[in-house]
Every structure is written in C-alpha cells, then in structure tokens.
C-alpha cells in the first residue's frame, strides 16, 4: 500500500472510530436517563413541549444544541428523544433548529390534559377583537411572554379603528401587567394610542408572586421603548426592580387593584366592567396568568388563618412546623425556602410519587434538605384534615398526625376558565395537541 495513501487513511479510521464511540456512549448515557425518568415516573412535561417524528429526524442532534435547559432532548438509536421530560419548559429553540421539520410543539399529554384557549396566529381569539398573550396562551416563559405581547399589539394594530382617534371608544384595553402586558403597554404607548392597563394586584403578575429570591431564567429579549433587556439569569426582586424603572422612566400608566368583572359586546367593540368602573373599547387583550382563583384541598379546616396559598417571605416561618402541600416547582422552592430558617420544621405533601413536574434544580435542592434533615417528604398522601395545632394526612393509608403552626397550600391554580366561557371565549382541553 503506497505510503502516502496510509497517511491519510490512518488518520480518517481514527477520526471515524472515535465518531462511532462518542455516538455509541451518548447513546447509552442517554438511554439509561431515559429508562431511570420512566421508572421514576417523570415522563410529564409541564409545559409546551416537543414531540419528534422519528420518520424524519435524521439524527443531526441541532435540537439538541439548541436547547437552553441542557439534557433535555438527546439521541437514542441516531433519533431525537425526549429525555427528561420534566426539564422542558418550552423554549421551543429545537423546532426552530431542526433542518427537517422533524419536531412539533404542543400542549398536554396523553394522560394529562391541559385547558388552553383558542388563538389564532394573530394572538386573536374566536371573539373578533379580543386577544391573548402570555402565560393564559400557555407561554410561561418571561422571554416568550414580553414577545408575545409586543407581537398581539403589533396585530392589534391592524384592527379597524384603532389608532383613529375616535372619543366613543378606547383603542386597546389591556387586562393584567406581567410580561406581556408591561410589553404590550409600552408598545401602545409608543404607537400612541388611546389606551388603559388595569392590573388587579401588582407590577409583575404571576411573577411577583415568586418566592422572596428565586431566580427568574429569561433570556435577552426586545421591549417597546426600553430596547434590549440584556438580563440571562436574575432574581425576581432584580426584575421587579427593573420594570419599576422603566415605568417610572416611560411614564407607562398602570391602574392597579382593579380588576376586571365583565366583557360584553358593545357595539363596534366591548364594554369592559371592572370593580372602579367601565371602559368603551375596539379591542382587548388579555395577558393575565393562569393560575386564577388558587386550587383548594377541600378539606376541613381549610379556613383557618394559618392556610396560605402562596409564599411570601420565607422568614416569618422561623422556628415553626410547616407543611407545604404540591409538588410543583412553587411548592418545592417554598418548602427549601422555609427550610433555611433557623429552628424550623417543614413536611411537604405531594399526592404523587414522584416529583414529576418540578425542576430538576427544585427536586436537587429537596432531596438535599431531607438529607440534612431539614425537611420531610411525604409522597403519595393526601391531607385530610388542617386542625389548630396539627393536620391529618393519609400516607398510603395510613393516617399520619403530624404537629403543625401553619399550611402552604402550593396545588396551583384554577383556570379562569368559567370567565373565559362568559366572555364567549372558546377554551379546548389538549392532550398532546400542537
């Protein structure tokens, strides 16, 4: 064999020999995750999520890269898998990636359902006129929120009327002042129109709502008049305090602890009643959250003082018995925050046995507390019943009375369906459709 031919050949068989067993040890790491999360029962993404053709994955793992999270998808048998599904939180970057269309993004799965309004591509609901954006469309993500809402107004603005200056009706009412509704009240502000935000509690929405110092993951990102936000991980006092400035900084007019009773067809637009008053309007956009009226246990004693449905501040737990009940990343980030405190004794319930639709970080961080004896986990109970000192939980069973200062009741929340309904808005429950 010529010399020269060796030379180069050597080299190539090595490159390939090496290609052919990174891809065979990626195979198997990711095969064994994938085997160990159906085992443990984490097969449920929380969120939008991806579903791969295996017909038309051609295995070239951009999806792969593409996503933000890390391990969540990864190949198995040179094909796309899904290989923590409770990583996801829809980011949707592997369908723009994939070269070959191989990847379709969609809401629910096969055993659970989850309720999501009709919207056209528009962000326009079945009610000509009124629109949605943000979390209440299923985008949780800060990122994906603030450009919904910049891209529902820029649609908004295509409606008949709007913009005209006409006195008998608002151009826009924007319902709800998290993400997408600040973006979408900057962006009517810099289109000039004729405008009223209404927000029932504070600046921020669901995310003012986080625990004292959770971090909030977004990603840069584009606003109405601010320009760039450049933030990649930061608190959610650091976010409150940004969007604080830009308020103050644009002038943006918010109307808060008003919220917003009735939606009815008033001639050529709505008539939008709220607890302070109404407002004539051509459209509306709803970028409230999902969470509604919070999701109740049903049980005896619930009325008590000491049962809160959300967390505020970790430290006015300290040196008490708490029991969280969920198993959400809500419910776990409360349970490690109150654990901290010096002194304190927390039990989390959850009826499942697996922590399923929490982040891995949040399940990290529990499993740790409980091995430092800083919390106890409670898996597939259910509490029966919340007395002054105590709460009775069913473990399997078995009846547990377990001493007890106060109930975080983290079991998420209801769906502001029936609302939806009244308005004439159409609402379908997806089981893995797109």
Same mark, same amino acid.
Request: glycine share 12%.
């Given at each position: 064999?010529?010399?020269?031919?060796?030379?180069?050949?050597?080299?190539?068989?090595?490159?390939?020999?090496?290609?052919?067993?990174?891809?065979?040890?990626?195979?198997?790491?990711?095969?064994?995750?994938?085997?160990?999360?159906?085992?443990?029962?984490?097969?449920?993404?929380? +969120?939008?999520?991806?579903?791969?053709?295996?017909?038309?994955?051609?295995?070239?793992?951009?999806?792969?890269?593409?996503?933000?999270?890390?391990?969540?998808?990864? &190949?198995?048998?040179?094909?796309?898998?899904?290989?923590?599904?409770? $990583?996801?939180?829809?980011?949707?970057?592997?369908?723009?990636?994939?070269?070959?269309?191989?990847?379709?993004?969609?809401?629910?799965? =096969?055993?659970?359902?989850?309720?999501?309004?009709?919207?056209?591509?528009?962000?326009?609901?079945?009610?000509?006129?009124?629109?949605?954006?943000?979390?209440?469309?299923?985008?949780?993500?800060?990122?994906?929120?603030? !450009?919904?809402?910049?891209?529902?107004? #820029?649609?908004?603005?295509?409606?008949?009327?709007?913009?005209?200056?006409?006195?008998?009706?608002?151009?826009?009412?924007?319902?709800?002042?998290?993400?997408?509704?600040?973006?979408?009240? &900057?962006?009517?502000?810099?289109?000039?129109?004729?405008?009223?935000?209404?927000?029932?509690?504070?600046?921020?929405?669901?995310?003012? $709502?986080?625990?004292?110092?959770?971090?909030?993951?977004?990603?840069?990102?584009?606003?109405?008049?601010?320009?760039?936000?450049?933030?990649? !991980?930061?608190?959610?006092?650091?976010?409150?305090?940004?969007?604080?400035?830009?308020?103050?900084?644009?002038?943006?007019?918010?109307?808060?602890?008003?919220?917003? =009773?009735?939606?009815?067809?008033?001639?050529?637009?709505?008539?939008?009643?709220?607890?302070?008053? +109404?407002?004539?309007?051509?459209?509306?956009?709803?970028?409230?959250?999902?969470?509604?009226?919070?999701?109740?246990?049903?049980?005896?004693?619930?009325?008590?003082?000491?049962?809160?449905?959300?967390?505020?501040?970790?430290?006015?737990?300290?040196?008490?018995?708490?029991?969280?009940? /969920? /198993?959400?990343?809500?419910?776990? =980030?409360?349970?490690?925050?109150?654990?901290?405190?010096?002194?304190?004794?927390?039990? %989390?319930?959850?009826?499942?046995?697996?922590?399923?639709?929490?982040?891995?970080?949040?399940?990290?961080?529990?499993?740790?507390?409980? +091995?430092?004896?800083?919390?106890?986990? %409670?898996?597939?109970?259910?509490?029966? *019943?919340?007395?002054?000192? +105590?709460?009775?939980?069913? $473990?399997?069973? #078995? *009846?547990? =009375?377990?001493?007890?200062?106060?109930?975080?009741?983290?079991?998420?929340?209801? *769906?502001?369906?029936?609302?939806?309904?009244? %308005?004439?808005?159409?609402?379908?429950?997806?089981?893995?459709?797109?």
């Amino acid at each position: 064999m010529d010399i020269k031919l060796l030379f180069y050949l050597v080299p190539l068989v090595l490159i390939f020999s090496w290609f052919i067993y990174s891809r065979k040890r990626i195979h198997v790491t990711n095969l064994v995750s994938l085997e160990d999360n159906i085992k443990e029962g984490l097969t449920e993404p929380p +969120s939008l999520h991806p579903v791969i053709d295996n017909v038309k994955c051609v295995g070239c793992g951009s999806c792969v890269s593409a996503c933000p999270e890390n391990n969540v998808l990864g &190949l198995v048998n040179g094909k796309a898998h899904l290989i923590h599904p409770t $990583h996801c939180i829809g980011h949707s970057a592997c369908k723009k990636a994939c070269p070959v269309n191989a990847i379709n993004l969609v809401f629910g799965t =096969e055993k659970r359902g989850v309720d999501i309004p009709d919207i056209k591509e528009n962000f326009e609901t079945n009610m000509p006129g009124i629109f949605i954006a943000g979390e209440l469309g299923g985008m949780g993500l800060i990122r994906n929120a603030v !450009e919904q809402g910049c891209q529902a107004l #820029e649609n908004i603005l295509k409606v008949g009327g709007v913009g005209d200056g006409t006195e008998e009706y608002l151009d826009l009412v924007i319902v709800g002042a998290g993400p997408a509704g600040i973006a979408a009240s &900057l962006g009517a502000l810099s289109n000039k129109l004729n405008f009223v935000t209404v927000e029932q509690e504070t600046l921020g929405g669901t995310v003012a $709502h986080y625990p004292r110092g959770k971090l909030v993951m977004t990603a840069p990102v584009q606003m109405p008049i601010v320009g760039k936000i450049k933030f990649t !991980e930061t608190t959610k006092e650091q976010l409150l305090a940004f969007w604080q400035k830009v308020e103050k900084k644009t002038g943006v007019t918010i109307q808060y602890k008003e919220r917003v =009773e009735e939606i009815a067809v008033d001639g050529e637009g709505y008539l939008v009643t709220t607890t302070k008053g +109404s407002y004539r309007t051509r459209t509306v956009l709803l970028a409230i959250g999902r969470r509604g009226t919070p999701r109740k246990l049903g049980v005896p004693g619930e009325d008590l003082p000491k049962v809160v449905y959300r967390l505020i501040d970790a430290g006015q737990y300290r040196g008490q018995d708490v029991l969280v009940v /969920g /198993g959400g990343d809500s419910a776990l =980030e409360a349970a490690v925050s109150i654990a901290g405190q010096p002194d304190t004794r927390v039990t %989390v319930s959850y009826r499942s046995g697996a922590f399923s639709r929490a982040k891995e970080k949040n399940r990290k961080k529990v499993a740790q507390a409980e +091995s430092e004896g800083r919390l106890t986990v %409670v898996l597939n109970s259910n509490v029966k *019943l919340i007395n002054k000192g +105590s709460v009775l939980i069913d $473990h399997d069973g #078995e *009846l547990l =009375e377990i001493k007890n200062d106060n109930v975080i009741i983290s079991a998420g929340g209801v *769906l502001p369906t029936p609302f939806l309904k009244k %308005v004439g808005i159409e609402v379908e429950t997806r089981y893995g459709t797109a």
